[in-house]
Nanobody, 122 residues
Framework: VQLQASGGGLVQAGGSLRLSCAAS????????MAWFRQAPGKEREFVAAIRWSGYTTYYAGSVKGRFTISRDSAKTTAWLQMNSLKPEDTAVYYC????????????????WGQGTQVTVSS
């Protein structure tokens, strides 16, 4: 599975961005997709995840109610709609796919995209 993330950019606090993650290859072999983020000097952290079956979603507490993860029925694209952005959301955002169950830990994911920069100015 190959993942390509896009949609990052510079936005003012309170603004919105929509990230996309396009999957190619053996996408049927994955259980779901997730978004993680990594700010300078910090560890990569879980943001949101979605199962391919049933559309079940999971969110980190810091983004719940502001971010929405979704995916298409073909299991080839996942999106992260980010609203009410805050300066602390600034990070490189990575999409990831898991062969097994989706989870909130980096180690649960087998495939990673290249990352897209999100910068929120105050």
């Amino acid at each position: 599975v190959q993942l390509q993330a896009s949609g990052g950019g510079l936005v003012q606090a309170g603004g919105s961005l929509r990230l996309s993650c396009a999957a190619s290859g053996r996408t049927f072999s994955s259980a779901g997709m997730a978004w993680f983020r990594q700010a300078p000097g910090k560890e990569r952290e879980f943001v949101a995840a979605i199962r391919w079956s049933g559309y079940t979603t999971y969110y980190a507490g810091s983004v719940k109610g502001r971010f929405t993860i979704s995916r298409d029925s073909a299991k080839t694209t996942a999106w992260l709609q980010m609203n009410s952005l805050k300066p602390e959301d600034t990070a490189v955002y990575y999409c990831a796919a898991a062969r097994g169950s989706v989870a909130t830990t980096v180690g649960a994911y087998d495939y990673w995209g290249q990352g897209t920069q999100v910068t929120v100015s105050s």
